[in-house]
């Protein structure tokens, strides 16, 4: 398990997150929701080892992060930003391997798994294209492909425990969406702890297993998303009216609570 407790975070004299606590378990999706400034992206950075807090400590299997250094990070978990950079103008199927780089090479067959995670996310064709050519919705499949192969070749090693993914869907279209998300579900399956950070509601019902709702810093609810996701909580944490309805096959449908326009 991967075990937050106390969490405070600073930025600028105040605090981002503020005494927070929170477990992630292995073959369990975590979606982290909430609005803008909530602390979203920065609780996932603190779990993945990228920040350190101000107080508090984060451990894997009783191990502070701390301690695991750069390579003993890169091999539990693996981590997408919310907008990786990219220029080089090399191979997507070299973009894709980097993510191995900080594994072991000779426990790993970089090709193979660099293929198979093209493969997972649809860009097998584009293997041979230069990153830098690609759309916005290819760029962001090929980074994810990138993190997977990460997390895979972590777990030859006797890693890949945990994959953090900071608003992988928001350049995609619906279908790449569902894609996405997906192949983050195939992973919780194969055993390994999701967290993800999404601002489309309806996704995180339809595919986490738990939600944690963030408001200034603080977790606002926590649950599964039918106990999260109730109008008069939304309502409150958003600030705006937020409707919560039923839809085909029980499905939560979340949607703005408005008038239609005139």
């Known amino acids: ?55 508090g400590r984060v451990t894997l299997a009783g191990r502070p992060l701390s301690a695991l250094g750069a390579a003993g990070l890169a091999k539990a978990r693996a981590v997408l930003e919310q907008a990786p950079s990219l220029s080089a103008p090399f191979p997507v199927a070299e973009l894709v391997a980097l993510g191995m780089a900080a594994v072991p090479r000779a426990t790993i067959d970089e090709h193979a798994l660099a293929a198979r995670a093209m493969t997972a996310v649809g860009i097998a064709h584009l293997a041979a294209r230069p990153a830098n050519r690609l759309s916005g919705g290819e760029r962001a499949r090929a980074h994810l492909a990138r993190v997977l192969a990460q997390l895979w070749a972590g777990r030859t090693a006797g890693g890949g425990h945990f994959l953090m993914l900071d608003e992988p869907t928001a350049s995609l279209d619906l279908a790449h969406q569902v894609g ?83």
């Open 1 to 55: 398990m991967l075990e937050a407790c106390g969490i405070t975070l600073m930025r600028g004299g105040r605090a981002v997150l503020d005494d927070l606590a929170l477990t992630l378990r292995p073959g369990e999706c975590t979606a982290l929701v909430g609005p803008n400034g909530a602390g979203k992206s920065s609780l996932l950075a603190v779990l993945s080892g990228e920040l350190a807090p101000a107080r």
């Open 180 to 262: 996405v998300m997906t192949a983050a579900r195939r992973e919780r399956d194969a055993g390994t702890g999701v967290l993800v950070v999404l601002h489309d509601l309806n996704l995180a019902a339809a595919f986490a297993d738990r939600v944690v709702l963030l408001s200034d810093g603080r977790i606002a609810a926590e649950g599964p998303p039918s106990a999260v996701f109730r109008s008069e909580t939304l309502s409150r944490v958003y600030g705006t009216p937020v409707a919560v309805e039923r839809g085909h096959r029980g499905a939560l449908r979340i949607g703005l609570d408005l008038p239609p326009a005139a």
